[in-house]
């Protein structure tokens, strides 16, 4: 799987909107990028996916690059539930039937000052 | 809504000693993982199975073992602990044909 390069961390104030960005210049067409995030004491919790299109659900938009080379998961009016590492990971497409090797790196973790 | 539930939430050891640590799933769940969390890093890989019976390795397979003799459930077991080691152990589950993984709490691991 290509890797992906995060920054290690991140800081903002209840209120603003973040910007996490997520450089995956290896990408290849058939992976898929996904964003986790995870809090102390805490497995990684799913936030959103995507493949080419930007996407958006209930926690966060996720915009992707047209050349996919970069993606940038957007937080907005984030709050201090918000503090936690996100982690920016890619994946094949899963087959019917088979498993897959999911690997997660350190991840950014954002800070949320009140 | 399903749950992972990994036993036990804090698990002491000494040196040389074999250890075991469960986990359960009420997704209905075909594939399941081990990671290990070292303080500050990321997740690795140990071992999945994507089916009853079926094991396969991981990254960072060596030093352990792995069981998976129903759906639901799915042991790791540390062959022999290394001194001072400190880890937090998550256990995911994931449904066939999706990638969304779920994560257990996670099961800390201290060797004196």
């Known amino acids: 799987d290509a890797k992906t390069t995060q920054p290690d961390s991140m800081e903002s104030t209840e209120g603003e909107t973040v910007h996490l960005p997520c450089s995956h210049a290896t990408i290849s067409g058939n992976e898929y990028i996904y964003w986790y995030r995870q809090v102390p004491l805490q497995g990684p919790e799913y936030v959103t996916h995507?493949?080419?299109q930007n996407t958006t659900n209930s926690m966060a938009f996720l915009a992707i690059a047209s050349d996919r080379k970069s993606s940038t998961l957007i937080l907005p009016h984030v709050s201090l539930r918000d503090a936690a590492v996100y982690h920016c990971i890619l994946r094949v497409g899963v087959q019917q039937g088979t498993g897959s090797k999911l690997s997660f790196g350190k991840g950014a973790k954002l800070t949320v000052s009140p | 809504g399903g749950i992972i539930t990994q036993t036990p939430k804090f698990l002491i050891g000494q040196e040389g000693q074999k250890l075991t640590l469960k986990c359960q799933q009420n997704f209905n769940h075909d594939t399941m993982y081990w990671y290990r969390q070292d303080s500050g890093k990321g997740l690795r890989l140990i071992y999945y199975s994507i089916t009853e019976n079926d094991l396969q390795k991981g990254d960072l397979s060596e030093g352990y073992d792995a069981s998976r003799e129903k759906k639901s459930s799915f042991s790791l077991t540390v062959t022999s602990a290394q001194k001072n080691e400190m880890a937090v152990f998550l256990c995911?589950?994931?449904?066939?044909?999706?990638?969304?993984?779920?994560f257990g709490h996670g099961t800390k691991l201290s060797v004196l």
């Open positions: 995507g493949l080419q």
């Open positions: 995911a589950s994931r449904d066939r044909g999706h990638e969304r993984l779920f």
